[in-house]
Structure formats: structure tokens, C-alpha cells
């Protein structure tokens, strides 16, 4: 996904700078700005993600929660 995601940015980036290509030299820059900074947003966010490890915490919660739904169908009743 990060991929993806720097891709999209580098279209942006190229949207952007288009403009002594293209006629409508003002519509195009203002969607290059655009998508660049959506994607560079959503980079952020995968980025600081990633360090916080939420998915990492979250495998151990549900491993934790599977464990413990086990150790309660097995006991005596």
C-alpha cells in the first residue's frame, strides 16, 4: 500500500509541475497540489502508525483474549 501511495504522491508532484504543458495550466496545478498533499498526508499517518506498532498490540490483545476464552471452555464447571 505504501507503494500505492508514493506513486500517487509522485503523479501529484508531476500534476503539479505540468503546467507549461498543459492549456488549463491552473486547474491542473491546483490538483496536483492536491493529491500530493492527501497522499503525503496519508503517508504520515502510515508512517506513525507503523512506529506506534498498533497492529502489533492489537495481534497481542487478541491473542491474549483467545487464550483466555480457552482457558474458561476448559475448566471445571
Avoid: H, N
Avoid at 507503494?3 to 509541475?17: A, E, K, Q, Y
Avoid at 503517508?43 to 507503523?50: A, Q
Amino acid at each position: 500500500m505504501l507503494v500505492w501511495v508514493i506513486l500517487i504522491f509522485l503523479i501529484g508532484l508531476l500534476l503539479s509541475l505540468a503546467d507549461s504543458f498543459l492549456k488549463e495550466q491552473d486547474l491542473i496545478r491546483l490538483t496536483g497540489v492536491v493529491v500530493s498533499l492527501i497522499s503525503l498526508g496519508i503517508i504520515v499517518r502510515m508512517y506513525s502508525l507503523s512506529r506506534r506498532g498498533e497492529k502489533e498490540k492489537l495481534l497481542k490483545k487478541i491473542k491474549e483474549m483467545e487464550e483466555k476464552q480457552a482457558g474458561e471452555t476448559v475448566g471445571p464447571k
